[in-house]
């Protein structure tokens, strides 16, 4: 698969991801349904602030990073892409809402572990893995401290690096970083 094709499909995993369900849904979602964003949710700062720079610099030395937001309410998702590996890329999506602290999270991991996926032991309150595509592994983990869920989507070589990017992002996600105001929505232009 080339690299914009591979782009394309990690974008759409986690905008998909990040979809809303009816408020009637009964049944669990699985990993990667379960990131959504709803007025409800908490409002989250950018990727700058969410994922500080020395932060970045250690996690992913010599990616890029982009900012993009599926819709006003949702949460960031930062893209990172390798500048010496062009078919590597990451991403880590935030679902922050005190739903997810009452969460069964062994209930919304079971459709991902009946369809393969492998639980990850010491990685925030619960963690769940999957590899959705060849050469692709994502890894969903609801925090500890805070009420976040986060959905890490690792595209290319080396893609077991998705455990330590969630680690690392769940290091970063702290309650007083969610007290940070986010940043103005653009709206467009006129």
């Known amino acids: 698969m ?8 990690v974008l759409a995993l986690t905008v998909g991801a990040c979809r809303s369900r009816s ?3 009964t ?4 990993a990667g349904a379960g990131i959504r964003a709803q007025a409800a949710d908490l409002p989250l700062p950018g990727c700058d602030v969410l994922m500080p720079s020395d932060v970045r610099d250690l996690m992913l030395p010599g990616f890029t990073m982009k900012e993009e937001r599926a819709c006003p309410t949702c949460g960031p998702l930062c893209t990172f892409r390798s500048t010496s590996e062009a078919d590597t890329s990451a991403s880590v999506a935030w679902d922050c809402n005190p739903r997810h602290t009452q969460a069964d999270v062994k209930a919304l991991m079971a459709p991902t572990l009946r369809a393969g996926g492998e639980e990850v032991p010491a990685l925030g309150r619960a963690a769940v893995r999957r590899a959705p595509a060849q050469g692709m592994l994502q890894v969903m983990t609801w925090d500890d401290d805070t009420p976040c869920a986060l959905v890490v989507t690792w595209l290319g070589a080396d893609a077991d690096r998705a455990l330590d990017v969630a680690r690392s992002a769940l290091v970063a996600t702290t309650p007083g ?10 709206a467009g232009e006129p």
Do not use: E, K, N
């Open 2 to 9: 080339r690299a914009g094709g591979r782009a394309a499909l």
């Open 27 to 30: 049944s669990a979602p699985d």
């Open 23 to 25: 408020p009637d849904v």
């Open 177 to 186: 970083v969610l007290a940070t105001p986010p940043a103005p929505v653009d």
